[in-house]
């Protein structure tokens, strides 16, 4: 996950189309690695689900 205090992460000005963009890419690049690590794992099948989801709602939000 992004922490929220790194960077300009934190900062409480608004967000540009580039930047609010540039930051949904890299939480998708976090949720796909954390889907990819359940997977490897073989986890609890609800968490991969819900992975999944969150994933699929974030591209989602990318593509619109």
Request: hydrophobic share 45%; net charge negative.
């Amino acid at each position: 996950m992004i922490d929220p205090n790194a960077s300009d992460w934190s900062d409480l000005d608004l967000l540009t189309r580039a930047e609010a963009r540039e930051r949904l890419v890299a939480e998708i690049g976090v949720a796909e690695q954390d889907v990819a690590e359940e997977e490897a794992a073989a986890g609890d099948g609800d968490k991969l689900v819900a992975l999944r989801r969150r994933l699929a709602m974030l591209q989602e939000r990318l593509e619109s």
